[in-house]
DNA sequence: CGACTCGTTGACTCTCTTCAAGGATAGTGG
DNA sequence: CCACTATCCTTGAAGAGAGTCAACGAGTCG
């Protein structure tokens, strides 16, 4: 659960702005997508943007949490550990995605590039201020993150009462939507992640997801 | 994620107040806990109360979403169904707790529910409607939303790497930690939900979770 | 070239499921 | 009041799907 209505995004050609923003090539993508040319000037005084390696982290679980950012390249993935070091990836975030809304003042995840990534960030403190003043850019975050819940809600179904063959297959089709509404190719697949990240996203060992995927050919 | 630092419950005694908000048992364990007297008044007009036998279905998956719920008194189980009859249970309610925020028009999941039970009606609209002028309610609800994205992450680790005997301990820490919450004794442990609405929560069978309870006794 | 990671495949194991049966409790109707 | 049925819970025995352990090929990097 988490918008009712969601804010839409404005219709229109690309706007003509100063700083970063204006450039930006993932903005329709995003959470900034509601946003109004005057009043993406003012969030873009107060943001910057980062670039990782992959396999660098960006967040750590219960870190303080700082930050918040859009994906603007690349692809990142979100993960818990138990105390054994049994791990469960708990989603990907492509370009466009937004990352870092933490419940308490600590991230509640921890997040990793899989491959070369470049950020957005926004400090929370000034996010939270300009947030008073961008009402539909609130609305917005509810929608993206009554969407997450919704994606986590199928998760779980996946993970609850999917057979391995299921999961892998949800899973392919899951990058394939994901890639098309990036518009990106959906065949050939890009597939960023290695077979340890599927595996612990889909609650499966690596075996088992490679032995699926040749058994689907 | 949710949240950027939600609402705070406003201090301070019972609120005397005309309608039925006045004498509401849960405010404080609910969304309305952010709102003052005034506020409360308002939202107070657009409210109603309804009840449910056990067993009565209160919302169906991709049914239109008209409504928001608080519930008052009482359980329910959230559900969503597999072509071909898997069921997996994605969470439990209990009174304080909100229901039917829907992404489309469209709710994401059916709900029933599993003791008699009262819950607050939300008409969707003029909930919207009001929403624009009660800024506090609306960040509580983000901040609620991320708080069940935050639990259904956990339910999602649980699924993807927790043995079944650890499913059932977090289940029942859970239910007590809820109860708890709620300022009901979590010894004994009042668990209103059948066997195999648990096993459809944990991912297991009602053999399995029978076995494993007794098994940890 | 050697060390490393990643992906694949095989053989065996084990946890949980499936299938089956029986006990406990509650509600119904004669 | 008591069969009669239905639902829920428990327990047992057998089976299967995925995990574990192990080996190997391919690609990459220093």
Redesign the pocket.
């Known amino acids: 659960m988490a918008s009712l209505r969601p804010a839409q995004p404005r219709p229109g050609p690309p706007l003509d702005l100063a700083g970063p923003c204006g450039a930006c090539a993932i903005r329709e993508l995003s959470v900034c997508s509601v946003l109004s040319a005057n009043e993406l000037t003012r969030l873009c005084t107060i943001i910057s943007t980062i670039d990782f390696d992959a396999g660098s982290t960006v967040i750590g679980e219960s870190e303080p949490a700082g930050d918040l950012f859009n994906v603007v390249r690349g692809s990142v993935k979100l993960y818990k550990l138990l105390t054994d070091g049994r791990r469960q990836v708990t989603g990907f975030l492509f370009p466009g995605d937004f990352l870092g809304i933490a419940l308490n003042d600590t991230y509640a995840y921890s997040a990793e590039a899989i491959e070369p990534l470049q950020l957005c960030r926004f400090p929370r403190k000034k996010l939270e201020m300009l947030l008073a003043e961008l009402p539909r850019l609130e609305r917005k975050l509810l929608g993206t993150t009554a969407h997450e819940l919704a994606a986590a809600q199928d998760q779980i179904v996946l993970l609850g009462r999917k ?3 299921e999961r892998v297959a949800s899973f392919l089709v899951l990058l394939s939507d994901r890639a098309l509404k990036r518009r990106q190719p959906a065949s050939p697949l890009e597939v960023p992640m ?3 990240d599927i ?1 612990d996203y889909l ?9 699926t ?2 058994w689907l050919r």
């Open positions: 057979t391995a063959k290695t077979r340890t595996a609650g499966l060992t690596t075996e088992t997801v490679s032995r995927l040749t």
